[in-house]
């Protein structure tokens, strides 16, 4: 009877028609079991506009402009604070020369070098020119930077270049004559210089209210848009002594308070008419939903007919699978939908929910563990996949409640298996069809 259930419910894997009901006899328990398959759950599709977006604190950052064939003007720049050397990861050292050279330096010069992360959007048979500005505005040390803030700079860049693709894809490398160079003013490396061996560049608090940071910022004729490996960008200024020829630098981090600025025009485009929190159902929008990294554009999910699952008390979800699929004919060219994407709970404001912690509500997916995790995009079928079990069966038995779901864009860290929502480029994603499958048992 084992053999026989099985067999019968791997067929309905394959399943794409109406429910379809099998009942098997279970002596044992007394009664008898009917599974059923069934991909006629009815999705809602909407795409909502959220009102924070944050791109600060993250690892990587994007800078440059385009026009988008389906999601109109992109604009993006990048701000990051000039902070002390790193003694690790987590900890600044103070501005100081070693104690050898101590009394004997001689100023040279500075330098930006730059990396980028390997993320491209636009026209990249167009050359890339990218301008360094001082900040003349101070960070706020504890405030959550979006995508709608932006911070004074000196209009008159210090340094700028322009690039090939070609260069810019020797940038994605920790080797130093690989990267973008920029070479600054002196006024600005002789007052680095200065602060070396001082009570200023003692601490990070000191130093960057004194020295404040960069504005990276695309030439307005620029099409197309880079991603910029902030954290693995850096400042080199360099000296020598008296008492010798030789070359030697002390390296400065970007490695504090950055974020991106990224602003979308939709006018002329199906989303000219999305306003903040307010959904547009995927009937107005040639029935497509949208996802736009950095801008803060997510589909939303409602299951309307949920209703006809929680009447049956007896029912158990044996598998549910969410799956989203990209519209093909939008993702053409260097228009890349996002690598990975996670499911995040919804407030009744449409908002993302938090947690009592204050952590982003993620939907956890794993039936079995209750692992958070992403889904990937997979070219072979064209979509992202969700095993969406263990939810479905919280919102069935009526465990939990939602007021819908988004798909937003995220990252997995792999090493302490911590997941994020990431803003920090401009992909996305034009969806044709969301479909959730669900195979079910109900006790007879």
């Known amino acids: 009877m084992r053999n026989l259930a099985v067999m019968l419910l791997s067929a309905l894997f394959f399943s794409c028609e109406d429910p379809i009901g099998i009942v098997i006899d279970t002596p044992s328990t007394g009664g008898q079991i009917s599974t059923i398959f069934t991909d006629t759950v009815k999705v809602s599709t909407s795409s909502v506009l959220f009102d924070s977006t944050f791109t600060s604190g993250q690892a990587n950052a994007v800078v440059g402009r385009y ?47 730059i990396a980028h992360n390997g993320f491209t959007y636009g026209d990249t048979t167009k050359t890339y020119s990218l301008a360094l500005h001082r900040l003349t505005e101070d960070f706020v040390s504890s405030k959550r930077y979006t995508n709608d803030d932006v911070l004074k700079y000196n209009p008159t860049p210090m340094a700028s270049g322009t690039f090939k693709y070609a260069d810019m894809k020797r940038a994605n490398s920790t080797a130093q004559d690989s990267l973008l160079k920029f070479k600054l003013p002196n006024t600005l490396g002789k007052e680095l210089y200065d602060l070396v061996n001082t009570d200023t560049g003692s601490t990070i608090e000191k130093f960057t209210a004194a020295v404040k940071g960069i504005a990276f910022v695309a030439n307005p004729t620029t099409e197309n848009a880079y991603g910029l490996a902030i954290s693995g960008s850096y400042i080199q200024l360099y000296y020598h002594t008296t008492n010798s020829t030789d070359r030697k630098s002390i390296p400065l981090t970007f490695y504090s308070q950055r974020f991106s600025q990224i602003v979308g025009n939709r006018n002329g ?176």
Do not use: C, H, W
């Not at 000039?82 to 330098?111: E, Q, R």
């Not at 990294?293 to 979800?317: C, D, M, R, V, Y």
């Open 269 to 444: 485009t199906v989303l000219q008419n999305l306003k903040t929190l307010q959904p547009i159902a995927s009937s107005a929008t040639n029935n497509r939903t949208y996802l736009q990294t950095g801008i803060g554009i997510s589909p939303k999910l409602t299951f309307p007919t949920l209703e006809a699952l929680q009447k049956n008390a007896n029912i158990t979800i044996n598998k549910a699978e969410l799956v989203f699929e990209p519209d093909l004919d939008q993702i053409t060219g260097n228009y890349k939908v996002p690598s990975q994407v996670a499911l995040v709970q919804l407030d009744a404001t449409n908002r993302i929910k938090k947690t009592t912690g204050n952590l982003i509500d993620f939907i956890a997916l794993d039936a079995i563990s209750g692992t958070q995790y992403v889904a990937s995009y997979n070219s072979t079928s064209n979509n992202y996949s969700f095993n969406f079990t263990s939810f479905l069966q919280d919102l069935v038995s009526k465990k939990k409640t939602t007021n819908g779901i988004a798909l937003v864009p995220s990252l997995l860290n792999t090493t302490n298996s911590t997941i994020s929502v990431y803003n920090s480029n401009v992909s996305r994603m034009v969806i044709k069809n969301v479909k959730l499958n669900v195979y079910y048992s109900t006790k007879k």
């Open 67 to 113: 026009k988008d064939p389906v999601f109109g003007e992109v604009s993006a720049k990048t701000f990051a604070q000039i902070t002390l050397p790193l003694l690790n990861t987590d900890a600044f050292t103070a501005l100081k020369f070693p104690k050898a050279d101590s009394g004997l330096t001689v100023y040279d010069s500075v330098y930006v070098y």
